[in-house]
């Protein structure tokens, strides 16, 4: 399924001439997103450094840690995803209400907060508390940064630029695991689960300092009737010779939406914008169901149950940042070179094979070391098919599927049911674990295998188009 079919008219700048950006422009729009992406580094950084400093929370009050039980540890990685679910579907609407640049800057401070309070809780369900607080933020970044870079990206890098998020994700999980595994050796003690959390107000800082000299999205600013601010922006990040043509095109758009209400659930009536909606709930929920962040999360906690010691385990945990960093860089080459589907169904069966290897090592091999390492080799193998191909893709295809009118609204509901599908599996993966083991690992590729098929129907390809013609694909498409 190909929205570039005969009915969707070229654009009339070819796609060389606009990769032909002049540098300046284009270190403008580079230094706007790495600015932007810090808040996927701390989406990264806050949803991986509980899997180093889970073993230590766990130990009792006098080792300098909380105490925590199996289900206790479940409560504590998941309340942080149940706030990410609240957030990204409120998050999503204060965008679409008051921009995307100061909802980035609200969500900044809430990153500050949210850290600071979950190093200095003294028991349990303060930390609950704060890691629900810090969710808000998390989820309410994981709707509106994909979408504000989307928006300010030409259609030809839109992919590249738009996966720096994604990057800088799987960096910030990299600085957990690798300042998780640091901090355990240097400092040695119970308690350092808090200086692990601490450190995530540092880029916190940086985001809301960097994103005070960015510019607000144009296609925003359009959607509000401010059109003279709009054509401002679009000129900052523009060859002077593109900007008319964008422009115009923005501003049809937004006139044929003039004088509908508000977007919310009533939009859902319109046949075309409720398989969009539903495609993008499910992209967005599955994508999660793929057992991703049980083994992100929980890692330590998995080769602990093959036999390794808590700071081995630490230490090889950072071979999953490692390749999922590497398996982005890779992914964001080939979405030059490969569209959105064929990427997001090869990584389907990647991550399905790589489950039956996790669940056959657990459940046939004995205790030993050579188990603990072909568990994480299996691991590795996933996470290279899932960030490489299905996150790269995921995240991009939310950030340009949805009409401009309905925009975050749109993105909030589906990143509401990524952040939920996550905390369902991030709540029950521990007790699951514990009760059933490697079979674990059986029901994830089932899951993945259902997807695999639901994707092969579902997927439609949206590379190389502007997000104007996108919608208009998907309103003939759907239209009844």
């Known amino acids: 399924m190909d929205v570039r079919d005969?009915?969707?008219?070229?654009?009339?700048?070819?796609?060389?001439?606009?990769?032909?950006?002049?540098?300046?422009?284009?270190?403008r729009l580079r230094t706007i997103t790495v600015i932007a992406t810090f808040g996927g580094l701390l989406f990264g950084y806050d949803t991986g450094v509980i899997s180093g400093a889970l073993p230590f929370m766990s130990r009792s009050p006098d080792e300098g840690g909380l105490g925590l039980t199996a289900l206790a540890e479940g409560v504590v990685a998941s309340s942080l995803v149940l706030g990410a679910a609240c957030g990204a579907l409120f998050g999503g609407r204060l965008a679409d209400r008051h921009g995307r640049r100061r909802t980035i800057l609200g969500l900044a401070?809430?990153?500050?907060?949210?850290?600071?309070?979950?190093?200095?809780?003294?028991?349990?369900?303060?930390?609950?508390?704060?890691?629900?607080?810090?969710?808000?933020?998390?989820?309410?970044?994981?709707?509106?940064?994909?979408?504000?870079?989307?928006?300010?990206?030409?259609?030809?890098?839109?992919?590249?630029?738009?996966?720096?998020?994604?990057?800088?994700?799987v960096t910030g999980q990299l600085l957990a695991y690798t300042s998780n595994a640091v901090i355990a050796r240097t400092v040695g003690e119970g308690g350092v689960w808090r200086w692990m959390l601490a450190i995530a107000t540092i880029p916190a800082v940086l985001l809301w300092i960097g994103m005070l000299f960015v510019p607000e999205s144009p296609r925003w600013l359009a959607s509000r009737g401010r059109f003279e601010d709009a054509e401002r922006t679009l000129g900052l990040i523009r060859d002077a010779r593109h900007v008319d043509e964008e422009f115009a095109e923005i501003k049809r758009r937004v006139t044929a939406d003039a004088g509908e209400p508000r977007a919310g659930w009533h939009d859902l009536g319109t046949p075309w914008v409720r398989r969009i909606v539903v495609f993008g709930f499910a992209l967005a929920s599955l994508t999660?169901?793929?057992?991703?962040?049980?083994?992100?999360?929980?890692?330590?906690?998995?080769?602990?149950?093959?036999?390794?010691?808590?700071?081995?385990?630490?230490?090889?945990?950072?071979?999953?940042?490692?390749?999922?960093?590497?398996?982005?860089?890779?992914?964001?080459?080939?979405?030059?070179?490969?569209g959105r589907r064929p990427m997001l169904l090869t990584g389907q069966v990647g991550v399905t094979f790589s489950l039956l290897l996790i669940a056959f090592f657990f459940m046939v091999l004995p205790e030993s070391p050579a188990r603990s390492y072909l568990v994480l080799g299996a691991m590795l193998t996933f996470l290279l098919f899932m960030q490489g191909c299905i996150a790269t893709v995921f995240w991009l295809m939310l950030s340009e599927i949805f009409p401009l009118r309905?925009?975050?609204?749109?993105?909030?509901?589906?990143?509401?049911?990524?952040?939920?599908?996550?905390?369902?599996?991030?709540?029950?993966?521990?007790?699951?674990?514990?009760?059933?083991?490697?079979?674990?690992?059986?029901?994830?590729?089932?899951?993945?295998?259902?997807?695999?098929?639901?994707?092969?129907?579902?997927?439609?390809?949206?590379?190389?188009?502007?997000?104007?013609?996108?919608?208009s694909y998907f309103r003939r498409q759907y239209a009844a």
């Open 6 to 27: 005969d009915t969707t008219p070229a654009p009339t700048t070819d796609a060389a001439d606009t990769g032909q950006a002049s540098p300046e422009v284009y270190r």
């Open 109 to 169: 401070v809430l990153f500050f907060v949210g850290a600071l309070g979950t190093a200095l809780a003294p028991e349990l369900w303060t930390m609950v508390l704060f890691r629900v607080l810090l969710g808000l933020a998390v989820g309410g970044a994981s709707a509106t940064v994909p979408v504000f870079i989307a928006e300010l990206a030409p259609a030809d890098r839109r992919g590249r630029l738009v996966t720096q998020n994604e990057l800088m994700i």
């Open 288 to 338: 999660q169901l793929t057992g991703v962040n049980s083994i992100m999360y929980f890692a330590p906690t998995i080769l602990l149950d093959t036999g390794l010691g808590t700071q081995a385990a630490l230490t090889a945990t950072i071979a999953n940042g490692v390749v999922a960093v590497l398996a982005v860089s890779t992914g964001m080459w080939l979405l030059g070179r490969y």
């Open 406 to 471: 309905l925009r975050g609204f749109a993105m909030g509901t589906a990143v509401f049911g990524t952040w939920m599908a996550n905390f369902v599996v991030t709540l029950v993966f521990p007790p699951l674990i514990d009760a059933v083991g490697g079979t674990t690992f059986l029901l994830f590729a089932a899951v993945n295998a259902a997807t695999f098929v639901y994707y092969l129907r579902a997927v439609p390809e949206t590379r190389g188009r502007s997000m104007e013609a996108i919608e």
